[in-house]
């Protein structure tokens, strides 16, 4: 049973550029969040998606856009990139109409901006 | 914005000593959870405990939460070199359970 797993492992781009980030929920999940963790913090919630549609978000602008495909994987969207937005990218699935409230995470992609 | 705080920052330790974590929280929650994350890489989640339990145990793990306080513990015993991690409390709000909002994290070192 495959875990979370996302792509790429690492990126490097340059400021103003534009980056796509993805996302494969463990199998049986129907929801995907996406964490954005700044070396030294915790994550932070950017957003949440289910049935493809973008459930909450969190205090990010909107340069931060995302898309869920039938399939359930993800897709993290990030335009006109700032040196602040470097960071380790997380993404997180779930099952939302478990009861457990458990998130399983996987290994994240490091985005670095120069 | 940081949900809670996590104390100590930093904790390091012999193998085979306790080592204890703690998270305080600002908001009614719905549950809180922890996770230990290595090197940097993807988060690993270890324990949830519910809103109206008290004490949770899995396996060297015990974490505890005291609502009225606003706060939680999260207790390894006999450590070993490989549990030197970052270790994270995170809470989901009553409100709101699909946003886990995520403290500043524990530093974590168990030398052999």
């Known amino acids: 049973d495959a875990g979370v797993t996302q792509s790429p492992t690492h990126l490097i781009k340059t400021r103003g550029q534009q980056v796509t980030l993805r996302c494969s929920p463990k199998s049986g999940h129907d929801t995907v969040s996406w964490y954005q963790q700044a070396l030294g913090q915790g994550p932070q919630f950017i957003f949440q998606?289910?049935?493809?549609?973008?459930?909450q978000r969190g205090n990010f602008p909107d340069r931060f856009s995302g898309h869920q495909f039938p399939n359930y994987s993800s897709e993290l969207n990030v335009n006109a990139l700032l040196l602040g937005d470097s960071a380790l990218y997380l993404c997180?699935?779930?099952?939302?109409?478990?009861?457990?409230?458990?998130?399983?995470f996987g290994p994240g992609t490091r985005l670095t901006v120069t | 914005s940081q949900q809670g705080e996590e104390d100590p920052q930093a904790l390091s330790i012999q193998e085979g000593e306790n080592a204890t974590m703690n998270c305080s929280y600002k908001?009614?929650?719905?549950?809180l959870q922890w996770y230990r994350q290595n090197s940097g890489r993807g988060l690993v989640h270890l324990i949830l405990i519910r809103s109206n339990e008290r004490e949770k145990h899995s396996g060297r793990l015990r974490v505890t939460l005291d609502t009225s306080k606003k706060s939680s513990s999260l207790l390894i015993t006999a450590s070993r070199a490989a549990d030197t991690a970052s270790y994270f409390c995170?809470?989901?709000?009553?409100?709101?359970?699909?946003?886990?909002?995520f403290g500043q994290g524990t530093t974590l070192q168990v030398k052999p």
């Open positions: 998606y289910y049935e493809e549609e973008e459930r």
């Open positions: 995170a809470t989901a709000s009553s409100s709101n359970t699909g946003k886990l909002i």
């Open positions: 908001t009614s929650i719905n549950n």
């Open positions: 997180a699935s779930s099952f939302l109409s478990g009861k457990s409230g458990e998130q399983y």
